[in-house]
């Protein structure tokens, strides 16, 4: 065997070493970026539940007012959901203007990727229906 | 011989080119399922802020921002007056804008326009919802007024 082939041979191994690294890194950034999207997701799901439903003010007639949130009703509220067939734990922060936010629930692990989502929402307080900031940090269970 | 060798380097040279190519257009083509992510979040941000337009009081009345605004289109006199309404819609706007965002709100009906917050930068990106209000008119007629709220991305 001589040195050419000898170098030959060499940056072929080279070539075919780079191309299966290459191909594992791309399948760990891709499975990375599959589960933040499905965390960011998750959070909007949890986001709309809770301000659709869960957390909707409800009149004395029993009408339900989506997107406009009572503060009593957190209370209630737990802070764990099955999104997608995963599980998720979330905090939640209420704030309006002039006021400090408030957080209900667990705070979030710093050893676990969290999404945070803050939307706009009105607050049904002091029989007034207010400007407010809704959010949601949500992670993995 | 030397021909050979030439030809083995440069196929190699070009496989290695390849290979970083493709391995360039895997990692950015990976980042997309997040970005659409990303942009549905914000598609979400922008009806909300509709919906909290929709329904939030103006400041001490007792009617919302996009009721009053649409008013202040359609009759003579409004329940909020004009000059007020502008200063608390844009300072609404103010407050529910996300940092590097800005929203802007129009309302259209039959020639008569009202936009709030109308200098905003060229976007990178915008999201729109869009929507109705109904108001009665003076001779006891309905009107609908046409609803736009626009979120801007700068980033």
Known sequence: MTLTQILKMLVACILVITFILVTASAYRQHRTISALAELTDATSSIVTQLAVDELAHVDETGNKYSYVLDPDRLDNLTF???VGGENFEFQVSLGYQGSENLTFGPAPPENKTNCSLVVACSLWLNDRFQLAKFGVIAWYA | MKQDGVADILAMAFMFVLLILGAVLMHAYSLRPLRAATDRQLELKCGHIYKALETAWVEPYTVSFLRAAAEN??????????????SAMENALGYLSPPDYEISATLTQDGGILIFNENVRPPSKQFVRSGTVSITGAGGENVVVQVEVMLFSFS
């Open chain 2, 73 to 86: 289109i359609v009759l003579e006199h409004p329940t909020v007056p004009g000059p007020y309404l502008r």
């Open chain 1, 80 to 82: 764990k959901r099955e």
